[in-house]
């Protein structure tokens, strides 16, 4: 656990994406009344702590895919297709999630969820690839960026007022994207792979079109 929180800057990080559209990932939607409720008292009892403008849709990120747009595509159809077959292998049914409490990366606070399929479905995927920001993956739903350095114990202890419960299901996985521009943007599905019955269906069949 990190000492002190660190501020996250709302702009526009262009050595990252090099000028590329969209991020692409695999994630578990999970935008539900229930742990939307959650999320925004979690936001209210962090006033302050948090950057404005927090507008991604509650999920939970399985592994990142990479970047694509102008400037040349990380993540393709070849990419697509290797992944829906490693995820076909290992669906064994809906995913069954459970809160177990608060926790927080050094930029951002978050609500931990129990599950021992997620881990294992992020390993294979990522298999080779370094570990993001050199962390473990902990499946979580993100609650906001930090605005500031303070003490971790501060935005902590205030969550700890917030219940943390919660049970869901969760028969799909997704495969989504955001706007570089935005590190706090909406979510935009891409497509959506059945875990019970392993269909794909696309939803946004221009997502690797010249202008998207």
Known sequence: MPSHTVACRDRDFVEWHGGRSHAVAWALELDHPDLRRT?????????????RGYLRQPHVTLAYAGLVGPGGDEYGTA???????????????????????????????YLELADDWLPHAHGVLTHGAPEEHEMAYVPHVTVGHYGGRWPMAEPLGLLREVPAVGDWVVPEISLVRFRTARIAGPLDVVGRLDLATGAWTLINAGWLQPGR
């Open 79 to 109: 990419r697509l297709d290797a992944d829906l077959a490693l995820l076909r292998r290992l669906a064994a049914g809906p995913v069954k999630l459970r809160a177990t409490g608060w926790g927080s990366f050094p930029m951002v606070p």
């Open 39 to 51: 999320l925004a008292a979690a936001r209210a009892a962090l006033e302050g702590y948090l950057l």
